[in-house]
């Protein structure tokens, strides 16, 4: 069948990954965002000068997807296929399409999100060995915590001295027998309307479900801005995932990392 002729490509079809502008793939980064519908780790990466490499994918001489690589920043010695996103028409090429990005752009590590299946089956089938890095949470249910001797108020340039002045309304203190026990905030440079909440609760206040209570609040903080909270931590830090959890966030997927097998595209 004709390639024109929608989902069924002609074997011979030429398939190509080829270096290309970030004007070039913007318009199908709006459609994986619309298909991920969750928050998006490195969504912003791509407006960093630099830190990215575009590639445009083609069957024949028709536009099939994109490819993103990660370049620098946290990459800059670990480059990552950190992307990849095909449209739906040419899906029985996802394969083919893929081992062409892994060829044109040399990297032989992936990084995703597992809640983004196109390149987790990528990673399943290219990388025999993936490791965890983040376990990823959604916000699942409201909690009513209110600790004796506790008390949450919005951050100060004396509390968050790092922090932009605009930004200290979405940063937060508990403070526990009118002592500073813990601070937090969300974080925007994501996709929007989800933020991500991190916090930290000094030692000598830990066990006293002060962190499950910050997190609620700045949960509280982020609904208002009109904004959807969104979360994440190590795996072994058993700590933060029971703080988590105990405030009402569901694990929804984890960040994972592998490592293409030598041969293995070809």
């Known amino acids: 069948m004709d390639s ?72 800059k010695k670990n480059r990552s296929i950190y992307e990849f996103f095909v449209l739906p028409q040419f899906r029985s090429q996802l394969f083919d399409l893929f081992a062409e990005l892994v060829r044109a752009c040399g990297v032989s590590r992936i990084e995703t999100q597992s809640n983004d299946v196109l390149l987790t089956s990528m990673l399943h089938a290219f990388a025999p060995s993936t490791k965890s ?20 108020r ?46 930290e609760v000094g030692k000598e206040f830990r066990r006293r479900g002060l962190g499950s209570f910050l997190v609620q609040e700045l949960k509280r903080v982020c609904y208002e801005q009109g904004s959807v909270p969104a979360a994440r931590c190590s795996p072994k830090n058993i700590a933060s995932r029971s703080t988590l959890q105990k405030a009402g966030f569901v694990p929804c997927g984890h960040i994972l990392i592998g490592s293409i097998a030598k041969g293995r595209p070809g």
């Open 154 to 199: 919005v951050a100060t340039v004396a509390d968050q001295p790092d922090v932009p002045v605009e930004q200290l309304p979405s940063h937060g203190v508990v403070e526990y027998k009118g002592r500073v026990a813990g601070k937090g905030g969300i974080l925007f440079h994501y996709n929007r309307p989800y933020g991500d909440i991190y916090m």
């Open 4 to 75: 024109g002729s929608g989902g069924c490509l002609n074997s011979r079809v030429h398939l190509s990954a080829k270096v290309a502008a970030l004007e070039q793939i913007v318009r199908w980064r709006d459609l994986y965002r619309a298909e991920m519908n969750c928050q998006i780790i490195h969504d912003s990466i791509h407006s960093r000068p630099g830190w990215t490499v575009e590639y445009i994918l083609r069957a024949g001489d028709k536009p099939a997807g994109y490819g993103s690589i990660a370049v620098a920043g946290p990459w």
């Open 133 to 152: 890095e983040s376990i990823l949470y959604y916000d699942k249910l409201t909690t009513t915590f209110a600790p004796a001797d506790a008390t949450f």
